[in-house]
């Protein structure tokens, strides 16, 4: 059988659209995964995907002394790319961008194995910007981003089918919720976020009046030793990581959660109101800001700048988003376009 490579990593945002197209590729043809020794491998654990470790290197932003030596450790990753794929021998090449992929793309359209690659910000990001030089296809999330591509094409952002199929009532038995209370369901991403979770343990004796609360803190809060002394009977639940997403989702009625594109695309297609804290540092190009303030110029989510983010003003802003039946009414009205078929049909090109 035919193989198709997936590639992407760095952060879950680089991978979890791949783990989304999995079980329609997976109908098509063998599927292989080429990333680095990070995040893409631990989510690819348990899935029966071959996995080909390439090392490749970071960009890092704002420090020369810290880039002098990528150039020739890029060559070294082109070069370890190509021997991988050569043993491979897929048909093409599906890339999701971060610079895990970078490496694997360039190699794929030196040995003239066709590349597609996906964007999933507004505006693209560095890697996706190299790869779609060389890529046969551009696909967008976003309608406005094809244009900044070469080859560039409004697909749609893949969406987990498992998402959109979970039960409300096992969830909340899963967590422990009465569903006398709305849920709200919090979480910063595959990491977590240290802002966020401190915001929302200082505004819990104002919230859990109101809301049930499932808080997936990720890494960030896994060794905070103030963490809170509650638990599912006093209507707080907190775990590190959830793998079961699609139960977290079904349990809440409203959500707090950074703004990566992944992210606020499933909170859209599950029509979940959204209170969205974009990520603004040093280390970040505002992609999250970006696609945050496009979705609220729409009327689809409310955002809170990290700049005044704090328990005081966190309990108001979740009030005012349960309350917000504009929002609610634009939510059920919108059109969400799943990008999975678009880019499995684009695939499926290269499979004849």
Known sequence: MQKIVLTGGGSAGHVTPNLALLPSLRALCDVVYIGTDGIE????????????TVKAPKLVRGSLFANLALPVRFALSLRAARRALRAIRPAAVFSKGGYAALPV??????????????ESDLSPGLANRLIARRARAALTSFPETAAKLPRGRYAGSPVRPELLRADRAAALRKYGFSGGKPVLLCFGGGSGSAALNAALEGALPALLPRFDVLHLCGKAGASDKNKSALSA??????????????????????????AGSNTVFELLALKKPSLLVPLENKRSRGDQVENALYFQRRGLVRVLRERDLSPAVLPAALN???DDGALRAALQAGAFRSGNAAIVQELQKYLR
């Not at 793309?105 to 996906?118: E, F, G, K, Q, R």
């Open 233 to 258: 009977k006093d209507g707080y639940v907190r775990l590190e990581f959830e793998r079961d997403m699609a139960s977290a989702y079904a349990a809440a009625d409203l959500a707090l959660a950074r």
């Open 320 to 322: 005012d988003l349960a």
């Open 41 to 52: 491998r631990r989510l690819l654990q348990n899935t029966g995907v071959p996995f080909y």
């Open 105 to 118: 793309a360039w190699a794929a359209a030196s040995l003239h194995i066709p590349v597609v690659t996906h």
